[in-house]
DNA sequence: ATTAGCACTCTAACGAGTAGACTGCTAACA
DNA sequence: TGTTAGCAGTCTACTCGTTAGAGTGCTAAT
């Protein structure tokens, strides 16, 4: 069913102030703000087909109306103004990747928290699982007192690294053959990809297991360390959170690594997908994410979440995200010309 | 002033059914659960007497009698049960440190975790600035594309790599020449000793200026990486935070790493050390830190802290503070025997 | 020193009553 | 036919008075 152009612009109405203000808008706040040449009854009657096309809602008889999710969905895919962040936002979101930035921890750290303090909604990043980076190299460091460090070179540019401990003794002439190996397995390949080969199950290289078994164990580890959360305390300042158990379950699931990684998978494929209102799941109501895949310099490194209030500033959001996406490849791109 | 055995006796009872039920005292409560030989009215004579001691507060005139936060500090000083954990619990603990763990991150958050789990309060654990530990080894690493890789060895076993991007050209002489510089540097100091020589700023090794720069600026840089915490929805359960602006407040401080590491800097020298009720702190009211120093295997690494209401039950986390501290102590020099 | 008894105080809960915010409907109007 | 004024109806949120109950402090008796 088509909307009219009137009932568009009540409706965009509605959505936008209830974005800003968080209360039911009547037909004679609509009025005086939106529409100076009608009467109050004229928008009401508006307002009556808006909510039996399951637009609007009421929370009760003499409130109000309230935007339905519908509503949210058709306000991102049709009635969005999607403008273009100010100059001075975008050179603020510059200042903070301004310094030498060498880790990619660092650089994650950085873009979660500009996310946050932009939107003023909390942020997410998942880094893409380990399982699916493509190894570039392999370097083992002897540390001395039968410690071995690591040094995994991916794809995305990350280094993953970690210690093992070995009980055999390390020569110099070990450390060469184990890289090798190491490499002749892994470089160019996923983690997904690799196998033991035969030879090191009871072969001629079954000194090595050990080794191998390590730095399989250590990069399948890290898994969890791999999602950052910034701003978690900002959802507490809506409206929706007065409920102090609905804050707890919300604080609650941003303690949980796992289950926010989880919540943030279903992300599609490109640019920026939005999940609003995931109702009914373990009690997390009136709570949208918005989610973007992330690349830097053109590798995609993870996902990015934000999570706000169902009534989300989604043009503001989705501006922040391409601008800083715009951002990150743009900075890399040129630090790869030099 | 002296406090007699009856009185300690009411006292230690409020405080252990206010940690336990969060509600006001009556003198017939007390007389009922620990006292059955006594009129109510007795008990309300002492209650009085212990008020006037200032042990003791009334929310308001008919209201029971809960802990003043002197009445704390005492009952951690001198009436407090110092058991052992039971054996069912130490071998829980155990069960967290299960599997191959070989890297300090992991490490650290496993005791995070464990001390929240166990204790049910928020768990902060903050590793010790990277300016006080000594380095004992430096490792150059060539990644090719330019990148080098920067491993310092220090004495408490942690390893911070950081990657540096270099201008010059890399060559095998180059890294050998470097490694050896950079060792002659910092082997054995600590960062906060550590001078550039003169000869780096305009003398024959002006050009290792950079890479010198570049690890100072590194190391220095991970400091509010250092902090860990777990559990930060579990303050919610207490009705202490039932008010959602004091809430806010809580978890907007755990947000901010900085601060939450700052609180955590007043850890008394050796021990086991707890600030009670730190009020007028920006807000943070009816809270208590027990700040623990933490070592593994003698060496210390940093400090723990649980964060929960005022009526914390000091007795079972400063139990299983003691534990953990125990079995990672143990633990490693376990592993350092083999 | 302890206790029973009692008057007193304060909170928390309940219910009635009220103001005011909006609506939906009806009837008039362009 | 679309728009509007007017009005009755409904629901919330707030206030206020009342009350039940919890707990104390005091006094006088033991």
């Not at 039911?24 to 009657?45: C, F, G, M, N, Y």
């Not at 009980?167 to 997904?192: R, S």
């Not at 030879?199 to 079954?206: A, K, P």
């Amino acid at each position: 069913m088509e909307i009219s152009e009137r009932k568009t612009k009540i409706l965009r109405a509605v959505v936008d102030e209830y974005v800003a203000g968080a209360h039911p808008l009547s037909s004679q706040e609509i009025r005086d703000k939106h529409l100076p040449d009608l009467s109050p009854a004229t928008v009401r009657s508006e307002l009556s087909a808006l909510e039996e096309m399951g637009y609007l809602v009421q929370p009760h008889t003499s409130a109000g109306r309230i935007p339905s999710t519908k509503a949210y969905k058709y306000y991102v895919d049709h009635l969005m103004t999607r403008r273009e962040l100010s100059i001075e936002d975008a050179e603020y979101i510059r200042g903070y990747f301004e310094g030498k930035i060498m880790q990619v921890e660092d650089l994650v750290r950085r873009t979660a928290k500009v996310v946050s303090d932009m939107t003023n909604y909390t942020s997410v990043i998942v880094l893409n699982d380990i399982e699916k980076v493509r190894i570039k190299q392999i370097k083992l460091v002897d540390l001395t007192d039968g410690e071995l460090l690591v040094v995994i070179v991916t794809d995305a540019g990350v280094i993953r690294d970690t210690t093992v401990n070995m009980d055999i003794d390390i020569g110099e002439g070990y450390i060469a053959t184990a890289t090798q190996l190491l490499n002749n397995i892994f470089t160019g390949h996923t983690l997904e990809e690799v196998e033991m080969p035969g030879s090191m199950i009871d072969g001629e290289l079954s000194s090595f297991r050990q080794l191998f078994d390590n730095v399989i164990d250590a990069l399948k580890r890290r898994t969890n360390s791999q999602v950052y959360l910034e701003g978690g305390s900002k959802i507490l300042d809506y409206p929706e959170y007065r409920d102090i158990d609905k804050a707890r379950n919300m604080i609650a699931t941003f303690d949980n690594r796992d289950e926010l990684a989880s919540a943030m998978s279903m992300a599609e494929d490109i640019g920026i997908s939005l999940k609003i209102d995931k109702d009914e799941r373990g009690g997390i109501e009136d709570c949208s994410v918005v989610t973007a895949r992330y690349s830097i310099g053109g590798k995609e490194i993870g996902k990015v979440g934000v999570i706000g209030p169902t009534r989300m500033n989604y043009d503001k959001v989705i501006s922040v995200l391409n601008c800083i996406n715009d951002i990150l490849n743009e900075g890399v791109e040129d630090e790869q010309k030099e």
